[in-house]
């Protein structure tokens, strides 16, 4: 029974870097229609970042702050490089940006050894053990499920309530309307890259203390992110944020009662299921 | 507004859609647009509206060029648009949809609503107030608080209408809104027109159904291939052999 509370806990805790992945993925295909495989990426700039800075003597929470800041900052990059730099001009199509930000995460890989090298990274995250139920669980795991559940409370709050989340979903709902009524939506498709790249940022930041980095630690976040968010056909936060959870639970019970080596796997077998399932259903 | 459109053309992969158009429109006038299927009618519709860029000509709003600002711009200069297709916002209620657009053109501006301001909070209340009206106007009040997407079709075109209003626009344009309504729908969009006319509202009609608009409009312009054929008022343009050759065929 404590194991079965302790992996529980963990794989909330694990999840909840995979929810954080697709909530962004989700955050900006809704708006900008375009899958975003440099998604991952963010969270591995974010980390390394946090790492120099925590070395350099910065306190905890300030260079997780910096962190997820490049990460914002390497999103909207990214939607710039995406959407195109001119005001009006008609932006790239979706099929042909996903290509790109496959490309943009490979150049992060050559940034990231430059800067950072090819060795894994870590910084310790809140030292000690917790007790619950019995159960024993590293206390950073239950920092990585403080933080990631009010993130998603705000992000909610901050579509459903505020004009700017609100012009948002209404670029989401109809990019023509939305024009119509004098909403910039390039300028919405880039707030959505850099609330993507945050996002992501934010779930580097915060698993690395359990999971270490390295540069192409981004295909362990992508394929689970992309996983998660692929329940609800990339366009349901929801759903997406269940899924990320889902999956980090499911690994970790993989794990424990089964043999730790599966745990991409998982993931990958549960998004084939999904895409094969939809599209029958589609049919 | 003054809306003046000088020499514009827009060609779809070497076909003229629309050709070497110019027209203005005067402040307060109500203006139809007719013409046979493919006349281009809803291509210089969209060259206005900023939904597409014209290949050559002007676009004028109160003088200034506008040809080169993408639609979001133009909306900004006070043009509504509202399309022949139901475009509402999904996920949203029918008051929440036509707020989004003076949202977007609130004077208090997006920091102010984010730390919710004072000055925020007072455009919300107006900005309510104002949905309220606009609702009224077309018949939506009841539905304020429903889902956009279970509003019948027709009504979800009256939200459009409603959405485009309280964004309080200087040139409305409107695509074809008779089309597919019910007699008695239709006699209230006319009424509703003829009020906004009457209100000093700049109006551009583009529609399909000549009665409609015969009655409605202060001028009137025929495009045929692309082109203007005649242009005046209903009686005028009524009593022209091209214009009559253009919609029975040549005799």
């Known amino acids: 029974m404590s194991d079965l509370v302790g992996y529980l806990l963990t794989g909330l805790g694990i999840g909840s870097g995979f929810a954080l992945v697709a909530s962004g993925l989700v955050a900006i295909h809704r ?27 910065l306190p905890h929470g300030l260079a997780e702050v910096g962190g997820v800041a490049l990460g914002a900052a390497a999103g909207l990059l990214t939607g710039l490089i995406v959407l195109g730099p001119r005001r009006d001009s008609p932006g790239t199509t ?31 995250g809140v030292p000690g053990v917790a007790e619950i139920a019995s159960a024993r669980v590293p206390a950073h795991y239950l920092l990585i499920i403080g933080v990631a559940a009010p993130v998603f409370l705000l ?36 707030l959505a890259f850099a609330l993507g790249g945050a996002l992501g940022g934010l779930a580097g930041v915060l698993t690395t203390p359990v999971q270490q980095v390295t540069f192409d630690s981004d295909v362990t976040l992508i394929v689970n992110g992309f996983a998660a968010a692929v329940l609800g056909g990339l366009t349901r936060p929801v759903v997406a944020l269940g899924g990320g959870l889902l999956l980090g639970v499911t690994q970790t019970l993989a794990a424990g009662y089964g043999g730790g080596a599966y745990q991409v796997e998982v993931a990958l077998v549960l998004m084939l299921t999904v895409m094969i399932v939809q599209a029958a259903r589609a049919r | 507004m003054r809306l003046v459109v000088e020499g514009a053309s827009r ?6 859609a629309v050709r070497d158009v110019s027209l203005t429109v005067e402040p307060g006038e109500l203006r139809a647009v007719i013409g046979p299927n493919g006349a281009g009618k809803s291509t210089l519709f969209a060259l206005i509206g900023g939904q597409l860029a014209a290949d050559h000509g002007r676009v004028r709003f109160d003088g200034d060029p506008v040809e080169r600002l993408p639609a979001h711009r133009r909306a900004r200069r006070g043009v509504s648009v509202v399309f022949q297709a139901a475009r509402v916002f999904h996920g949203m209620t029918v008051l929440e949809n036509v707020m989004v657009g003076a949202h977007a053109t609130t004077r ?27 609702l009224e106007r077309t018949g939506l009040a009841d539905w304020a608080g429903r889902a956009a997407e279970e509003l019948p079709l027709g009504r979800q075109r009256s939200l459009q209408l409603a959405r485009a209003l309280c964004a309080r626009p200087r040139l ?68 022209r052999p091209e214009v009559v050759a253009a919609y029975l065929g040549p005799s």
């Open chain 1, 31 to 57: 708006v900008t229609r375009v899958v975003n495989f440099a998604q991952g990426a963010f969270a591995v700039l974010a980390a390394m970042l946090t790492s120099t800075l925590l070395a350099a003597g």
């Open chain 2, 108 to 134: 208090s501006g997006f920091l102010a609503a984010a730390l919710r301001l004072p000055a925020h909070r007072r455009d919300e209340r107006e900005i309510r107030t104002a949905a309220m009206v606009c």
């Open chain 1, 155 to 190: 992000m909610a709050l901050f579509f459903a309530r505020t004009d700017l989340g609100k012009a948002l979903s209404a670029c989401a709902s109809n990019r023509y309307a939305a024009r119509v009524v004098g909403i910039d939506v390039r300028r919405m498709g880039l």
């Open chain 1, 94 to 124: 979706p099929g042909t940006a996903l290509i790109v930000t496959l490309g943009l995460g490979v150049l992060a890989y050559a940034i990231e050894v430059l800067i950072w090298g090819d060795q894994p990274r870590s910084f310790p």
């Open chain 2, 172 to 239: 409305l344009l409107l695509d074809e809104p008779a089309s597919g309504l019910r007699a008695a729908e239709r006699e209230r969009l006319a009424g509703l027109i003829t009020g906004l006319r009457a209100e000093g509202l700049t109006i551009l009609l583009v529609e399909h159904d000549v009665a409609f608009v015969m009655r409605l409009a202060d001028r009137v312009t025929v495009l045929d291939l692309g082109r203007v054929i005649a242009e005046g008022t209903p009686a005028e343009v009524r009593a």
């Open chain 2, 11 to 16: 060609a779809f992969g070497g076909v003229w």
